[in-house]
């Protein structure tokens, strides 16, 4: 084999190797900082200062009781699963089918103050429709205590 040949194929031979190691790392180098893990209320807890500012999908129930809207578009609440409970502030307008009881997923960041800051809510539901019972006796007094208006303070 002559030296031009040889010299050729260590070329293509390097070539391809810082090829494959940069797109590699064009690949790979910042799929850590785009990961957003799903915990529960117990593991997020358990966390503790590694939930501060991680970006988070915190999954559980809407704790009883739990749901109060502070200024503007602020809504507060908890999550739970059944053994901790996380306090929820979010801006984000709930979907129609928000209440008590009812699974949710939130994404956002965990803050120093132990508040689940959120930008994004879901709610889990099947795709079954189901009318109300009628023993359901919420009334439009109820439902108009429920809704808030634009402009409206309270």
């Known amino acids: 084999m002559s030296v031009a040949r040889r010299r050729r194929r260590i070329v293509l031979v390097l070539s391809l190797a810082i090829a494959t190691g940069v797109l590699a790392f064009i690949a790979l180098g910042g799929i850590g900082e785009n990961l957003v893990y799903y915990w529960s209320p117990t593991e997020l807890l358990e966390a503790g200062d590694r939930a501060v500012g991680a970006s988070i999908r915190l999954g559980g129930l809407v ?40 699974g949710v997923v939130v994404e956002g960041t965990m ?10 809510l879901m709610v889990k539901h099947d795709n079954e429709y189901r009318p109300p019972d009628e023993e359901d006796t919420r009334d439009m007094e109820h439902l108009m205590r429920t809704m808030k208006f634009e402009g409206e303070t309270s």
């Open 63 to 102: 704790a009883p009781g739990s749901i109060a809207y502070g200024e503007g578009s602020e809504l507060l609440f908890e999550v739970t699963d059944g053994t901790t409970v996380v306090s929820v502030r979010s801006e984000a307008v709930p979907p129609a089918m928000f209440r008590e009881g009812i």
């Open 111 to 120: 803050g120093p103050n132990d508040t689940f800051q959120t930008q994004r």
